[in-house]
């Protein structure tokens, strides 16, 4: 198994440009879940999915979409880079939300200028 | 609003020393998580655990319910450990979110 696998590893983009960070899990977990992590802060949710189809807002949605059209993938989109959305995101999967193990892919190093 | 609190912010510890990390939290959780992150690295799993005491070779995990507390212990200290620990509480049932502390960076001397 590759457990849950992200792409791009580092991306750096400019202001105003859009992109789509990859995740993809073969665990079968129904549960997926985007976050950052930022200097001084814990992990923030941005958006989860409890099952294809099914997708809602975390602690900080503003500025990404996602959509959940397969078990296995998950996409998170930037609309519009800005500066702020320097990051660090993780994405993560599970049977179900905070009750069950969590597997986190490798993270995905995003620099907007 | 249910916060994770975690301490210290920073550890560092000379080989074999035990160490403990500890996390708080506010209110009443599903489970909770204890994660480790190395330098420019992943997020591992390490426990997951809603009562009592877990251990995994010389890391052991145990949490209070009553006290809403959860500590963090590592015994016989290596430089291999050196890394940031990260508490993470789960809430609104099995299906819930997960709310994360900001992490405890430990750092193992030889």
């Known amino acids: 198994n590759a457990g849950v696998t992200q792409t791009p590893k580092f991306q750096v983009l400019k202001t105003g440009q859009s992109m789509t960070l990859q995740c993809a899990q073969d665990?079968?977990?129904?549960?997926m879940s985007w976050y950052r992590q930022d200097p001084g802060m814990g992990l923030r949710l941005i958006h989860y999915?409890?099952?294809?189809?099914?997708?809602d807002q975390g602690e900080v949605p503003n500025g990404y979409n996602v959509s959940r059209s397969t078990t296995e993938d998950f996409p998170l989109r930037l609309l519009s880079a800005a500066p702020s959305q320097t990051s660090v995101y993780f994405c993560?999967?599970?049977?179900?939300?905070?009750?069950?193990?969590?597997?986190f892919g490798p993270g995905t190093r995003l620099t907007v200028t | 609003k249910n916060e994770v609190e975690q301490s210290p912010q920073n550890l560092t510890a000379q080989e074999g020393e035990f160490i403990t990390i500890n996390c708080s939290y506010s209110?009443?959780?599903?489970?909770l998580h204890w994660l480790q992150q190395h330098p420019g690295g992943g997020i591992v799993s390490l426990f997951m655990?809603?009562?009592g005491k877990k251990k995994h070779g010389r890391l052991i995990a145990t949490i209070n319910i009553q006290e809403k507390h959860s500590s963090l212990h590592i015994t016989a200290s290596h430089p291999r450990d050196s890394a940031v620990y990260i508490c993470?509480?789960?809430?609104?049932?099995?299906?819930?979110?997960?709310?994360f502390g900001k992490g405890t960076k430990l750092s193992v001397k030889p």
């Open positions: 665990m079968n977990h129904e549960y």
């Open positions: 993560a999967s599970s049977y179900g939300g905070g009750g069950y193990e969590q597997y």
């Open positions: 993470a509480v789960g809430y609104g049932g099995s299906q819930g979110n997960l709310i």
């Open positions: 209110v009443g959780i599903s489970a």
């Open positions: 999915s409890v099952g294809a189809g099914i997708t």
């Open positions: 655990l809603s009562s």
